[in-house]
């Protein structure tokens, strides 16, 4: 079983930056694919960004230039390096996990374990 917690989520002025990590515990197979999603007050969840097995990324258009996403294999810990954030931005986000390769992940439903979500508000 694998547990990921969020932290790193806060309050920041437009243009300012938060980082925000996952980290996992459990068992990790080998393969897996991790990604970012955010939801605000309303909205749909939304996927932000995804690393796959081999360290390659996506990003979601609004986020594009902005966010960066990592992980540190180690220390089994996912990361999302936000900057210029704006107020659009704010949501809860939550990261999430499934054990195949992301080219076989066709929509957020796939994703097996997710953690319970860190807040993030940006204040314009």
């Known amino acids: 079983q694998v547990q990921l917690v969020e932290s790193g989520g806060g309050s920041v002025q437009a243009g300012g930056s938060l980082r925000l990590s996952c980290a996992a515990s459990g068992s990790l197979p080998d393969t897996y694919c991790m990604a970012w999603f955010r939801q605000g007050s309303g909205k749909e969840r939304e996927e932000v960004a995804v690393?796959?097995?081999?360290?390659?990324?996506r990003y979601a258009d609004p986020v594009k230039g902005r966010f960066t996403i990592s992980k540190d294999n180690a220390k089994n810990t996912l990361y999302l390096e936000m900057s210029s954030l704006k107020p659009e931005d704010t949501a809860m986000y939550y990261c999430?996990?499934?054990?195949?390769?992301?080219?076989?992940?066709?929509?957020?439903?796939?994703?097996?374990?997710w953690g319970q979500g860190t807040q993030v508000t940006v204040s314009s």
């Open positions: 999430a996990a499934v054990p195949v390769v992301c080219r076989a992940v066709l929509h957020s439903g796939m994703y097996t374990y």
């Open positions: 690393i796959s097995e081999n360290g390659n990324t």
